[in-house]
């Protein structure tokens, strides 16, 4: 599948039994023509609260405790397509327990052919993930340990963010317990 932009992993081809085991749906991040259009509905209309943005124009915003339920990210394909198509969603992730089960299903993913596209720790919201691609191109996330967000609405300051390229690296350097 060189060159494909999809994942690999059939039924017919899938080689063990899978360590993945969903423990909640964790959040989503999709395209939007209009970044504080968007936020005004999602605050005002289905009540989140705006957690923070990074600075590659994600906005984040949380429904609970966890650091985000959705990212909206305004982008000119979004701007082009208009009100009458659908949105992309960059990508859709699920929680799992732990980094051992990041771990393991990193393995079993690669042993399946199944395209990771990114693993480690990206920043926002301090969670531990890999992205990878379904068989029709689609980005999903598996991740852990999102932060929490406490009743004084307060998200770990930027200072704090310590990305890593993968996630026996993000493991090695924990985030700060409290900020």
């Not at 999102?146 to 026996?168: C, F, H, N, V, Y």
Request: net charge neutral; with cysteine; proline share 4%.
């Amino acid at each position: 599948m060189d060159g494909d932009k999809r994942g690999g992993l059939s039924p017919e081809t899938s080689q063990g039994a899978t360590p993945i085991k969903v423990k909640k749906f964790s959040h989503f991040v999709y395209e939007v023509a209009d970044v504080a259009r968007s936020v005004k509905f999602w605050t005002e209309v289905m009540g989140f609260q705006v957690t923070e943005s990074n600075e590659i124009g994600i906005t984040f915003l949380r429904y609970g405790s966890d650091h985000h339920g959705i990212g909206l990210i305004e982008t000119e394909a979004a701007k082009k397509r208009g009100i009458e198509t659908m949105p992309k969603v960059q990508h859709l992730a699920l929680e799992v327990e732990n980094t051992d089960v990041l771990l393991a299903a990193r393995d079993f993913l690669k042993r399946n052919g199944v395209k990771i596209v990114f693993e480690g720790r990206k920043g926002a919201g301090g969670n531990y993930g890999i992205n990878f691609l379904d068989p029709d191109g689609n980005q999903f996330e598996i991740t852990c340990d999102m932060d929490q967000i406490g009743a004084d609405g307060r998200a770990r300051p930027s200072s704090q963010w310590i990305r890593a390229k993968t996630l026996e690296d993000a493991i090695a350097k924990p985030l700060p317990k409290s900020w």
